[in-house]
């Protein structure tokens, strides 16, 4: 999984023109921020990863969740960063090492605020196959 964080990294840091860069001032992290991280900021982690075989192909299903905090009291910027989000990384092809990116499809999303804290979350399932 160590190349998959990696990949998912290196599309955000390889954006920084694209809109989720610029406006993620908290930047993104595995699994979770540094305490006293800047706002807005999001968050990645692994919620399941299921190794399945094709013939004699070695494939991984992998789901893995976003999480944008924000602190604005209008729910706009954090919608806008769930939809500058969406734009780097539906059905993007990520570069990883030693494997072959299949898809990137997003299955889920959902919309909340606890302590003035905005958290949008979305989960995506990526198919990979390792390379043979």
Known sequence: ?????????????GSTGADLYANLTGGL?????????????????????IPHWTFDNTMENVIIQFTIYDDNSSV????????YLTDLY?????DIDNYHSIYMQRETSSL???????QQTVDYRIEIE???
């Open 130 to 132: 390792k390379e043979a």
């Open 76 to 83: 706009e910027n954090v919608s806008d960063l769930y939809g």
């Open 29 to 49: 992290h595995n699994t979770q921020a540094p305490q006293d991280t800047d706002y807005p900021y999001a968050v990645f982690y692994l919620i399941s990863g």
């Open 112 to 118: 909340m605020k606890s302590s003035d804290i905005w």
């Open 1 to 13: 999984m160590k190349d998959l964080f990696k990949a998912i990294y290196a599309k955000f840091t």
């Open 90 to 94: 539906d059905w993007t092809i990520l």
